[in-house]
């Protein structure tokens, strides 16, 4: 191999160019060569070969304590995995598929957790927020075009949601998540800046106003929600820092205060009629595919309801309230629990690589991480993964409130955020896709605060 003369500079370059190239994907992908889709799907493997192997000559993969111990967990919930497959060469392939869509991001999440520091995260995330213009230009126009324009195509030509613009991704989950994470990127922006010059706060609040435009044209229930929590939690974790009472008043003004105008403006001025159609999908959910309806329906609730303070059943509860209801279905397990055996079906079983292989009409339980991992892992292992997710989110963000205030680290809190919502809730190991990937790499980027050692040491 050509001997680099600085690895560190090399990888933090690669990896900066594998995400754009995983955004520009979609784009190939969609448009310009579409009849090669699914082999485009897998160039992205040769992209973090030659990643993994730069980073393994120089050490800079399993360096740390942790990294080691993050390889012996891994080691060891593969191995097992491969127990609910048939030992045969079609269950080889599957099995290696599955372990493919676990896994395959995770070196690179190490990697970044060794060589990227503060300084790389925050030019990093401002060169994205440049990037917030021509995004929002692309949304608006798929949001405003007719269903058969081909700028409203989504994967193999086809749009799967026509009412849900997906800007350079195949579908609008991928879409989703590029959003939060320039939602993300504004909002540690804001965080780390402790002096906000005019020329700051008027960028600050064009991005605001256009990413909350972008919320609203994409219709999304789960983007709702992820940006309202996330403009609270930060604003909580400003109000509970160690800045002086006027830097801590600007940034809630920067954050909460312009959150709030750039969302009316835009809900009842500029595209009310999107917003609209947001509001009355907002609970319309079929409540009586969730198990947690079905099993609970005549549960009453700890609380009182209503103005007479009487106590409503979970159905009912949820017939008003399915957005809420969807988010405590998907933290329901115990249907999984009921339904696995003790060695599960397979690790990656009910992945998206797995079952288009084996062509299954339907997979564990639906997306979600939780469920579908128990349904793999078998009712032991894959219940302690669950709850080793669990509880490793309590971990950091009881962490964070300690540690975290500090002006130096509160910028990693909408890191945070992304990641402990992700653990809870997301689809991290579904597919090999954009979501995967922004999940592996900002985890990387958070565990870059923890690091002790500075770049150099690495580097010797």
């Known amino acids: 191999m050509i001997k680099i003369n600085n690895p560190i500079i090399t990888l933090k370059r690669l990896i900066i160019f594998f995400f754009f190239y995983m955004i520009l994907e979609g784009v190939i992908r969609k448009w310009v060569l579409p009849n090669f889709s699914n082999e485009i799907y897998f160039v992205k493997d040769i992209f973090l070969i030659i990643i993994y192997t730069i980073a393994l000559k120089y050490n800079l993969i399993f360096r740390l304590n942790y990294s080691k111990l993050f390889l012996v967990i891994i080691i060891l919930i593969s191995l097992y995995g491969f127990i609910g497959y048939e030992f045969s060469i079609k269950g080889i392939i599957y099995y290696i598929f599955g372990l493919r869509s676990y896994w395959i991001f995770l070196p690179l999440f190490l990697i970044i957790t060794h060589v990227f520091s503060k300084n790389d995260l925050i030019k990093f995330f401002k060169l994205n927020l440049y990037l917030i213009i021509p995004y929002f230009l692309l949304v608006y126009l798929q949001s405003s075009s007719s269903v058969e324009s081909v700028i409203n195509s989504g994967f193999d030509g086809q749009l799967l949601s026509p009412e849900r613009p997906s800007a350079y991704f195949t579908y609008t989950t991928q879409n989703t998540y590029y959003f939060l994470f320039l939602l993300f990127s504004l909002f540690s922006y804001v965080l780390d800046n402790n002096k906000f010059k005019s020329k700051d706060i008027i960028f600050i609040c064009i991005s605001n106003f256009l990413l909350f435009s972008i919320m609203i044209l994409l219709k999304s229930r789960s983007v709702y929600f992820y940006t309202f929590f996330t403009v609270f939690y930060c604003t909580f974790f400003v109000i509970i820092s160690k800045h002086q009472f006027n830097l801590k008043l600007i940034k809630v003004s920067l954050i909460l205060l312009v959150s709030i105008i750039s969302f009316n403006i835009s809900s009842k001025v500029v595209f009310e009629q999107e917003y609209k159609y947001s509001e009355k999908r907002m609970n319309t959910d079929w409540i009586d595919d969730y198990a947690i309806v079905n099993e609970n329906e005549d549960l009453e609730l700890p609380f009182n309801f209503g103005i007479g303070g009487e106590k409503i059943k979970v159905k009912k509860f949820c017939s008003v309230n399915s ?46 991480d939780n469920k579908r991992i128990i349904m793999e892992l078998g009712y032991i292992v894959g219940l302690l993964f669950v709850l080793t997710k669990w509880l490793f989110v309590i971990i950091l963000n009881f962490y964070a409130i300690f540690k975290f205030r500090d002006e130096n680290k509160i910028f990693y809190i909408p890191l945070l955020i992304f990641i402990s919502t992700q653990l809870m809730l997301g689809t991290i190991s579904y597919t090999v896709s954009f979501i995967s990937f922004i999940f592996w790499l900002s985890l990387g980027f958070l565990f870059s605060s923890f690091r002790k050692n500075n770049l150099r040491e690495i580097n010797n």
């Open 323 to 368: 957005t809420i209801c969807r988010i405590l279905n998907d933290l329901y397990i115990i249907p999984a629990i009921k339904k696995s055996k003790l060695y599960g079906r397979g690790i990656g079983s009910g992945t998206k690589a797995v079952v288009a292989l084996k062509n299954y009409r339907s997979f564990y339980l639906g997306e979600i």
